[in-house]
C-alpha cells in the first residue's frame, strides 16, 4: 500500500488509515452495538491489510480497551494516535462525553489512554477540537509539550476545522492536523493545502462522506451532490461511488492518510481495492473539481488569523522511542519551499566579509610596494659593477696592441 511522508514527523505512513470510532459501541453518539469478535476481527483485518496508521480518541467508547485487548499484541505494525481533553459522564443509558481544557484532566486522558491500549507510548497525541479560546487558556500546547517530553508522546497534533485552523496552522507548533474533507465537503481543501506547506503531516477524516447511503452511512442529501455535479460520467469501469470519493480525497497533494471507520470487513477491502487504483488521473481529478463547483460545492478561503502568533519556545529534547516499541521511521521529509528560503538567508547576508576586501587588498598592495624597493635599488649598484668592468677591460686592450 502507498506511504506518504507524514510532514515534518519523519514517518510513513498508509495513506488509508483506520478511524477506530466506528467500535466505540453504543453508549457514546448512538453508536452501533459491537461484539468483542467483531471488534478482534475488523482490528486484525486492518494491519493484515497493510495499514499501519490507527486512529482513536480517549472518548471513543470500547475503542481504546479494544485495541489494546486484541493488537496490542502488533504494536510494532503500526502508528497509533489518540485524542484529548474529553470526559465521560454516565447518564444511565448512555455516555455523554464533555470537553474540560485543563491540565489535569489531559494528563488523566494520557494515562489512561495508555493503559487502555496497553502501551508505553502514542505516536500522535491531539487536542480534541478546542477552541483558540480555550487552548490559550488553559496553556494546552505547554501540557502537549510537557508529555511530548516525557515519552508518552512522540508528536503532538490537533484535530480541528475553520475558523480556528486560520490561527492553529501560523502557530508551528502543531506536528499533524486531522482535518473533515471530501468531494462532497470541500470547505477545508484550502486549508489543507495551508496545513501541508507548514511543514504538518495531514489527517483527513470523512474522506468517504461515510458513505454511499444504502451501502453505507452517509446520508442522502450529501451525496445528492454527486448527482448533481454528474460524478457518475467520470467513474472507471467497476468503479462504484464510494471508492471513487475516496481515490478523489487522496488525490489532493496535501493530503497524507485518510482515515476510514468501519467494522465490515467487506467494505473494509473496498478501500482497499480503491487505494490500489491510486490517485484519479489529473484530468478527471480537474474536471470533477470543476463540475463540484458549477453544483456550489467549493472550497473556502483560509481568512489571516485574528491573533498575532509568537514564534513557539524550542521544546526540550523528546525521549528517544523505543524501537521495539514503534515502527521504523523514515528519513524525514524534505524541506518545504519555504524551510528552502528560510535556509537561504544566512548566505545572502554576507555584506560584512564584503566589506573586508577593501582592507586586505590595500594590504597585500603596500606588501608589494614595500618589497619592490630594495629591488629597485639594487638596480644602480648592478650597473655600477659592469661599467667597472668595461673600463678595466677597454684599459688592458691597448697594452696587448704595443705588444704587437
Known amino acids: 500500500m502507498e506511504k506518504r511522508a507524514f510532514g515534518r514527523t519523519g514517518l510513513q505512513v498508509t495513506v488509508l488509515g483506520h478511524g477506530a470510532m466506528e467500535i466505540r459501541g453504543p453508549r457514546v453518539w448512538n453508536g452501533r452495538p459491537v461484539t468483542d469478535d467483531e471488534a478482534q476481527r475488523i482490528l486484525n483485518a486492518v494491519l493484515d491489510a497493510g495499514i499501519n496508521f490507527i486512529d482513536t480518541s480517549y472518548d471513543y467508547g470500547l475503542s481504546e480497551e479494544y485495541i489494546g485487548k486484541f493488537i496490542s499484541h502488533r504494536r510494532g505494525e503500526y502508528f497509533l494516535a489518540t485524542k484529548c481533553g474529553c470526559t465521560f459522564v454516565n447518564k444511565g443509558d448512555h455516555d455523554?462525553?464533555?470537553?474540560?481544557?485543563?491540565?489535569?484532566?489531559?494528563?488523566?486522558?494520557?494515562?489512561?489512554?495508555?493503559?487502555?491500549?496497553?502501551?508505553?507510548?502514542?505516536?500522535?497525541?491531539?487536542?480534541?477540537?478546542?477552541?483558540?479560546?480555550?487552548?490559550?487558556?488553559?496553556?494546552?500546547?505547554?501540557?502537549?509539550?510537557?508529555?511530548?517530553r516525557s515519552g508518552k508522546a512522540l508528536h503532538i497534533g490537533i484535530s480541528s476545522t475553520l475558523p480556528p485552523l486560520a490561527d492553529y496552522i501560523p502557530m508551528g507548533v502543531f506536528e499533524s492536523f486531522q482535518i473533515p474533507y471530501s468531494g462532497l465537503e470541500r470547505k477545508h481543501e484550502e486549508a489543507i493545502a495551508m496545513a501541508s506547506r507548514s511543514g504538518a503531516g495531514v489527517i483527513v477524516r470523512g474522506g468517504v462522506a461515510r458513505g454511499e447511503p444504502g451501502a453505507g452511512l452517509g446520508t442522502a442529501d450529501r451525496w445528492d451532490i454527486f448527482a448533481k455535479a454528474r460524478l457518475a460520467d467520470l467513474l472507471a469501469p467497476g468503479e462504484d461511488r464510494t471508492g471513487f470519493l475516496l481515490r478523489f480525497t487522496i488525490s489532493h497533494p496535501g493530503v497524507h492518510t485518510v482515515i476510514v471507520g468501519t467494522k465490515n470487513p467487506d467494505h473494509l477491502a473496498g478501500n482497499v481495492k480503491a487505494i490500489q487504483a491510486g490517485r484519479l488521473p489529473p484530468d478527471v481529478y480537474e474536471e470533477a473539481k470543476r463540475r463540484l463547483t458549477q453544483a456550489g460545492e467549493k472550497p473556502e478561503q483560509v481568512a489571516r488569523p485574528q491573533a498575532e502568533h509568537k514564534p513557539p519556545a524550542t521544546p526540550a529534547p523528546t525521549v528517544a522511542p523505543k524501537p521495539a516499541a514503534a515502527p521504523a521511521t523514515s528519513a524525514p521529509a524534505r524541506p518545504t519551499a519555504?524551510?528552502?528560503?528560510?535556509?537561504?538567508?544566512?548566505?545572502?547576508?554576507?555584506?560584512?566579509?564584503?566589506?573586508?576586501?577593501?582592507?586586505?587588498?590595500?594590504?597585500?598592495?603596500a606588501k608589494k610596494k614595500v618589497a619592490k624597493k630594495p629591488l629597485a635599488k639594487k638596480k644602480p649598484v648592478a650597473a655600477k659593477k659592469t661599467a667597472v668592468k668595461k673600463k678595466a677591460a677597454a684599459k688592458k686592450r691597448p697594452a696587448a696592441k704595443k705588444r704587437k
Open 96 to 148: 455523554e462525553t464533555p470537553h474540560v481544557w485543563t491540565r489535569e484532566n489531559l494528563l488523566h486522558n494520557i494515562e489512561t489512554s495508555l493503559r487502555r491500549m496497553n502501551t508505553d507510548h502514542v505516536d500522535l497525541w491531539q487536542l480534541h477540537n478546542p477552541t483558540v479560546e480555550e487552548a490559550r487558556a488553559g496553556d494546552l500546547v505547554a501540557v502537549l509539550q510537557e508529555v511530548k
Open 338 to 365: 519555504g524551510a528552502k528560503k528560510a535556509a537561504r538567508k544566512p548566505v545572502a547576508k554576507k555584506k560584512p566579509a564584503a566589506k573586508k576586501k577593501p582592507v586586505a587588498a590595500k594590504k597585500t598592495a
